[in-house]
């Protein structure tokens, strides 16, 4: 999680997203899980994940809420796409 946090696209992934302040109020009506990395360090911290997948699959959700909400093309979803090209290179 540190390195991928440390990536400097991963900026707008480091908290949760907050539709009232970003003045997103469809956010919580297309996200049905939000996801963020600061979230899941702190899943890691309470020892939440019982197994590598579910911790996998929360930073997978990061990337596919992003998706889903900003559309593949938004500059949002191409700072994802790097910092989604970082996870990949630290699972192989």
Known sequence: MTILMKKHEAWIFLEAVDPEKLGISDYTKIIDKPMDFGTIKENLKKHFYKTMRQFLEDVELVF??????NGEASQVSQMCKKVQEEYMGLCE
């Open 64 to 69: 596919s809420n992003c998706f889903l909400y």
